[in-house]
Structures are given as structure tokens and as C-alpha cells.
């Protein structure tokens, strides 16, 4: 996992500043969460996270997607994946998963309920030749994909990494969905931008590429806001 992932508190072994919390996946997890999606009417959209997707079997990814799809409140699905970014070969090689979903959004769509994929790239440099292939294979299936990014300074806090991380990913049909402030994640604090630094990015990137191409910046402040 990313050393700054706001969820870093609940993958791996304990470390010197963080000890980590249990939330492995169970038969009875699972069958709690379907009961509980279910009796809140007010849940439209799920993140099916983690953890990472990635990691799912094919028989979990459609145990998931088609219990959730089941559910007559649910109408949006979001399978959340680091994936194509640092695996992306899984997606040319294990046929099994993407099958899986791949037959996930078909049904969805076919019942009129929006599923898809949000990965996260952070620079232009991780999307490569295999990359491409594997994006592809999904956008030939119509797996639309989103892309959420996590800024960070000394990777990507300028305005030319920004720019063309957008203009990347629109290349291989990844819509840029959000720039994240980075979170108060532990042990991380020189990879975090001021806020400024990512108002005045997004007022260059604004402009630079088509409108529904560009990513809105967005802060995830302490309780909430």
C-alpha cells in the first residue's frame, strides 16, 4: 500500500508511529454490510474499497458486485483499485478477474445502475506500455474508469506534472476525477502541500484541457468539511 493512504491504519503490521487496526474481510463482515446497505435507503453509492480491490478474487468480485447490484437502493458501485497504476499486467493475464468484472458492470448497466473503476496515478511517469494495453482491454469492455490523485510535494506539485497527468490519462480514457489535498496521514508530513499550492494549481490546470478533462481539487479537512 501507499505509505500516505488515509486508510494506512488498517493495512500491514504494526510500525514504530502507527499500530494498525483488524479489519480483515469475513463471510460474516460481508453479511453484515449487505444487511446493513440494505435497511438504509439512503445509501446510493458504494466504494467497494479496502484494502484494495485488486486483491479480491473473481468469485468476491462477483459475490460483491451482484449482492450490491441486488439491492434496490443501491445505484451506484465504485470498485476502488491502486491497481492499473502499480499492476496493471493483471489485467492481461488474469483473465478470471476481469471477466468478473466486466460481467458486473454489464449487469449493472443492464439494470440501469452505474458501476466502475476508480484507480489512483499520481504522475504521468506510472502509466506505461502495459498500462495502456490493460486500460484499453477495459475500455473495449465499456469499464468506464476514474482516476482520484493524491497531491504530493516533489512528485507532482507543479504545474506541468499536473498538466500532463490530465492530459495522460484522457489519452488512455481515464477520467480525471478528483486531486486530493493530502491527508494528516502520520510520518508523512514532507510529502504535504499548503492549500494554496493546490488553488493555484488547479487554476492552471482549469483551462488546460477540456472541461469534463480537468479534476477538481479537493481537501478532506479533520472532522470532516
Known amino acids: ?5 488515509t486508510r494506512s491504519y488498517a493495512v500491514g503490521p504494526d510500525q514504530e508511529m502507527v ?46 458486485g451482484n449482492r450490491l447490484l441486488d439491492i434496490d437502493n443501491v445505484r451506484r458501485m465504485r470498485f476502488a ?29 443492464s439494470m440501469g445502475k452505474d458501476v466502475m473503476l ?11 506500455e502495459v498500462t495502456q494495453r490493460g486500460l484499453r482491454r477495459l475500455f473495449e469492455a465499456g469499464v468506464f ?10 512528485v507532482n506539485d507543479t504545474e506541468e506534472a499536473q498538466t500532463m497527468l490530465a492530459r495522460r490519462l484522457a489519452w488512455v480514457n481515464v477520467h480525471p476525477y478528483y486531486v486530493y489535498q493530502h491527508d494528516m496521514v502520520k510520518g508523512t508530513e514532507e510529502l504535504r502541500t499548503t492549500v494554496a499550492t493546490a488553488e493555484r494549481l488547479e487554476k492552471w ?21
Not at 1 to 5: I, L, W
Open 19 to 64: 499500530e494498525k487496526v483488524s479489519l480483515k474481510a469475513s463471510p460474516k463482515r460481508w453479511e453484515e454490510m449487505f444487511a446493513y446497505v440494505a435497511s438504509r435507503p439512503e445509501l446510493e453509492d458504494i466504494v467497494i474499497s479496502g484494502g484494495d480491490a485488486w486483491n479480491l478474487r473473481a468469485d468476491q468480485i462477483r459475490e460483491l
Open 81 to 109: 483499485s491502486k491497481g492499473p497504476a502499480v499492476l496493471p499486467q493483471k489485467l492481461l493475464t488474469d483473465d478470471e478477474w476481469v471477466k468478473a468484472l466486466i460481467e458486473v458492470v454489464q449487469r449493472g448497466r
Open 145 to 154: 474508469v476514474r482516476n482520484q490523485t493524491v497531491l504530493q510535494r516533489g
Open 118 to 128: 476508480h484507480t489512483h496515478f499520481n504522475h504521468a511517469n506510472e502509466i506505461t
Open 205 to 225: 490546470v482549469r483551462g488546460s484541457t477540456a472541461g469534463f478533462n480537468t479534476p477538481t481539487f479537493v481537501v478532506d479537512a479533520p472532522g470532516g468539511g
Open 1 to 5: 500500500y501507499c505509505r500516505f493512504c
